[in-house]
């Protein structure tokens, strides 16, 4: 479909998840596409890593199967011994180290003949026609350049915050996994989320609302987990087994996902919150679905094919941020949870189909 007015067909602002699968995507669709990510590979980034089993599953779909450990369910307790757990019922999903799925997404893309290139892409230039950036005349730019994107910014699409404003630590600790559940525990300013990702190694992060948080300058990953005594006395003794990372602000909701040529994917079109650990499963979807608009000739569909894809997880999440940000709220949910299970279970199956 390339003519010689265009160097690609699809540009892709951004190497992470998001970026490399649509790249995938694009090629299988016939389309050309070339990836610019200007941070050497593999990219890491603060994430809880935890992959429901619909994130297998598409990434299956692409030949795509990092390495990782198996996740039966998820459970959610709090320090007061409240406990609700569920099991996956549409498969397994799997714990995977966020480098571990961009080197094995990346090798996809080596094999499919998809070019990357180390390139930052913060100017965007379009006409009825065509975009230009990064040197590049496309038929199309796909923005997969994260949370807090340079396309998007540069596009000037604004973006509102929601509440409570939250940010996320993670780090990685050297230790045998003590379930095959992701685990989230609810401190009263604080939460952590516990993932195992390997035979050995185990990823803990902590997402708090900074102004709650926050006892005299900005709250540090090892004052956040002193919150949790028993996940702390877990890891007491345990190698630290990579630096901390942040991200954050966590609830970001642009006004549009698509502006002309360019299209919104992953992290850039929008995010609630990583309470039900649906992030990367969500930025495969979208890769798709982005790909299969700009297949058809209709990009303006990409817009209600997201909203329809994300509602789910848009309106659940949302809803458990609210009710989770009150201790009263938060311990009578867990207790409903634990008191009808079968009622929780087809809840996290709906969210984790």
């Known amino acids: 479909m390339t003519g ?7 540009l892709v602002a951004g190497g992470g998840p998001a970026g490399l699968a649509t790249a995938l995507h694009a090629s299988r669709a016939g389309l050309s596409a070339l990836v610019c990510e200007p941070r050497g590979a593999p990219v890491d980034k603060a994430c809880g890593e935890g992959l429901m089993p619909q994130g297998v599953r598409l990434l299956a779909e ?7 450990y198996e996740l039966t369910g998820i459970e959610y307790a709090d320090l007061a011994g409240n406990r609700a757990r569920a099991r996956f019922r549409s498969g397994t999903g799997r714990g995977v ?3 571990e799925l961009h080197t094995a997404l990346a090798e ?21 026609r065509s ?23 540069t596009l000037g699409v604004g973006v509102r915050y929601g509440a409570p404003c939250r940010f996320g630590l993670r780090r990685h600790w050297r230790t045998t996994p003590w379930s095959t559940r992701v685990e989230v525990v609810w401190a009263p300013h604080a939460e952590a989320y516990v993932t195992p990702v390997g035979p050995q190694l185990v990823g803990v992060a902590v997402l708090f609302a900074r102004d709650r948080a926050r006892t005299g300058g900005a709250p540090s990953y090892a004052g956040l987990l002193r919150a949790f005594p028993e996940l702390a006395a877990r890891l007491d003794g345990a190698e630290p087994a990579s630096p901390v990372r942040g991200a954050g602000p966590m609830r970001q909701y642009p006004r549009l996902r698509v502006h002309g040529r360019v299209l919104l994917v992953g992290d850039a079109a929008g995010y609630e919150d990583a309470l039900t650990g649906e992030g990367v499963s969500l930025a495969l979807a979208q890769a798709r679905a982005v790909v299969e608009a700009l297949a058809d000739g209709g990009p303006e569909t990409y817009e209600r094919s997201w909203r329809r894809a994300t509602r789910g997880y848009r309106l659940t999440t949302r809803a458990l941020v609210l009710a989770t940000s009150r201790p009263l709220l938060r311990r009578h949910l867990l207790r409903c949870c634990t008191g009808a299970p079968a009622l929780f279970d087809a809840a996290v199956g709906r969210l984790a189909r």
């Open 4 to 10: 010689p007015a265009y160097d690609v067909d699809l």
């Open 97 to 99: 180290r966020r480098t």
């Open 62 to 68: 692409l030949g795509v199967e990092p390495a990782g």
């Open 108 to 128: 996809a893309v080596e094999a499919a003949g998809v070019p990357r290139v180390r390139r930052r892409v913060d100017r965007v230039e379009q006409d009825a």
């Open 131 to 153: 975009v230009r950036a990064a040197g590049v005349r496309a038929r199309w730019l796909v923005a997969a350049d994260g949370l807090h994107s340079p396309v998007r910014r």
